[in-house]
């Protein structure tokens, strides 16, 4: 990692432009290269690999795969999301529940569309819509490990609140911890007229997740649409409908 940095930069991504994965049980869109979609000049934002807004299909999802040396935040935007692990973790994400996974030195997990078969209850038709986030860890080869919690009562404020973070002033303050001390994700859920600050950092990434907003300087964001500050940060979102935004701030990049 690098703490240099270029000249102040806000770089708006449209939603429409971003590569996409449909196949008949899921609907991805995908920030920066991922899979197939290979960019040389796309492949992160400071320490950031991956910003995933993925539809999946009831009853489908992803089967057991394997992860290693990665920070991995998931965020359901809609519908329920079951996890299971091979370090004995299993349960179901819902909007309002953070959720991170430390792949470490290797681990296995399934995402998936299910959750009626854990609950004992009938199965729905209700798709699920969440954003898998990718960053590095500090360093590689650590113990895998899962942590999750509720936050939704602390969305009703309308504020950023930190969701996911290694960084040392969200120490007992974050929802949940990742092993980056450079990097904190926030969520804000913002009413009509709402209006947050962003933090200043090194490097930034805004994400509508849903609705639409209003950024100081850069105008109208739809839901999808993405910006990534460097050297920049302090401007103004305001919600010009009910929105949820995801921010990552984050005080080191990757070389090359």
């Known amino acids: ?15 429409a432009d971003r590569f996409a994965s449909k196949i008949s049980w899921l609907d991805s869109h995908h920030s920066f290269s991922f899979g197939a979609h290979y960019d040389p000049a796309n492949t992160h934002h400071g320490v950031l690999l991956v910003n995933n807004d993925d539809i999946v299909k009831p009853g489908r999802g992803f089967d057991t795969h394997p992860h290693q040396d990665m920070e991995i935040v ?50 729905h038709r209700d798709p699920v819509h969440f954003v898998q986030m990718w960053v590095l860890p500090d360093e590689n080869g650590i113990t895998p490990g899962y942590e999750q919690a509720e936050i939704d009562d602390e969305l009703l404020s309308g504020a950023l609140v930190p969701v996911a973070s290694g960084m040392a002033k969200h120490d007992g303050a974050s929802a949940i911890r990742i092993a980056n001390r450079d990097a904190a994700l926030y969520a804000a859920r913002l009413a009509p007229g709402q209006s947050i600050e ?29 910006v990534r500050f460097t050297a920049t940060g302090g401007q103004k979102v305001t919600a010009s409908e009910a929105s949820e935004v995801l921010v990552w701030e984050m005080h080191a990049g990757l070389t090359g």
């Open 1 to 15: 990692m690098s703490e240099t940095v270029a000249v102040p930069e806000v770089d708006v991504r449209r939603a």
């Open 74 to 123: 998931t965020w359901v935007l809609r519908g329920s999301l079951v996890h299971q692990d091979s370090t004995g973790h299993s349960g179901v994400v819902y909007p309002g529940l953070a959720q991170r996974m430390s792949a470490g030195t290797g681990i296995l997990h399934s995402e998936k569309n299910d959750a009626w078969r854990l609950q004992g209850g009938e199965s």
């Open 198 to 226: 962003l933090p200043e950092a090194p490097y930034l990434h805004l994400f509508v997740a849903g609705g639409a907003v209003t950024l100081e300087g850069a105008g109208a964001l739809a839901a999808g649409d993405a």
